[in-house]
Nanobody, 121 residues
Framework: QVHLLESGGGLVQAGGSLRLSCAAS????????MGWHRQAPGKQRDMVAT???????NYADSVKGRFTISRDNAKNTVYLQMDSLKPEDTAVYYC???????????????WGQGTQVTVSS
């Protein structure tokens, strides 16, 4: 079994900053891509940022220049530094990891439980 534990969400005023963390634990042999997605009420879940084990990074256009994703491979942890937050960034943020488990062939996708980020105007 693999678990993703997110932390760092909360309430912040527009223009403020928050840092999200997501630590993967369990029966992990290797992790390929880790990333963050978000879902606002009544909307679909969208990709925010992803980073591969080799360090290739991809951002949604809406967060480029404001959010920074980083990763600590030794700790199986991914971070999302969110600066210059806007009310439209309000959503539940989910961590995702593409994991190879010991004794299991192939890559499996795991999701965290989500953490609420609310940006007030």
């Amino acid at each position: 079994q693999v678990h993703l534990l997110e932390s760092g969400g909360g309430l912040v005023q527009a223009g403020g900053s928050l840092r999200l963390s997501c630590a993967a634990s369990g029966s992990i042999f290797s992790i390929n891509t880790m990333g963050w997605h978000r879902q606002a009420p009544g909307k679909q879940r969208d990709m925010v940022a992803t980073v591969t084990s080799g360090g290739y990074i991809n951002y949604a256009d809406s967060v480029k220049g404001r959010f920074t994703i980083s990763r600590d491979n030794a700790k199986n942890t991914v971070y999302l530094q969110m600066d210059s937050l806007k009310p439209e960034d309000t959503a539940v943020y989910y961590c995702e990891a593409e994991v190879a488990r010991g004794g299991v062939v192939g890559w499996l996708n795991y999701w965290g439980q989500g953490t609420q980020v609310t940006v007030s105007s």
